[in-house]
């Protein structure tokens, strides 16, 4: 089963950055286009950060200009870099990422989610 993996995730002081990392299970696989989500506790899960196959990205109000979403050029990794963070950024974080799969054939996979990484900005 396809999937994607988070990491990065960690106990911060308000202030401080994290730089979350998602990566692919497949070899072969390759980030078209990703999005980060979080859901705090008793609350429901946020689109955070998208990117968009051609590069494109789009920001929640709420976190423009302290986050930045990204992908390396070979297009295994995507990120998350987060400065400034606040209190309220605290909750589980998760990648989730429309897949190409290049091997015998190629293959896409589409909204495929990540288990979270917990990210918790104390005060």
């Known amino acids: 089963q396809v999937h994607v993996m988070e990491s990065g995730g960690g106990l911060v002081q308000a202030g401080g950055s994290l730089r979350l990392s998602c990566t692919t299970s497949?070899?072969?696989?390759?980030?078209?286009?990703m999005g980060w989500y979080r859901q705090a506790p008793g609350k429901q899960r946020e689109l955070v950060a998208s990117l968009t196959s051609s590069g494109k990205s789009n920001y929640a109000e709420s976190v423009k200009g302290r986050f930045t979403i990204a992908r390396d050029s070979a297009r295994k990794t995507g990120y998350l870099q987060m400065n400034n963070l606040k209190p309220e950024d605290t909750g589980v974080y998760y990648c989730?990422?429309?897949?190409?799969?290049?091997?015998?054939?190629?293959?896409?996979?589409?909204?495929?989610w990540g288990r979270g990484t917990q990210v918790t900005v104390s005060s």
């Open positions: 989730n990422a429309d897949l190409l799969v290049y091997g015998l054939a190629l293959a896409s996979y589409n909204d495929v």
């Open positions: 497949e070899s072969g696989g390759k980030i078209n286009a």
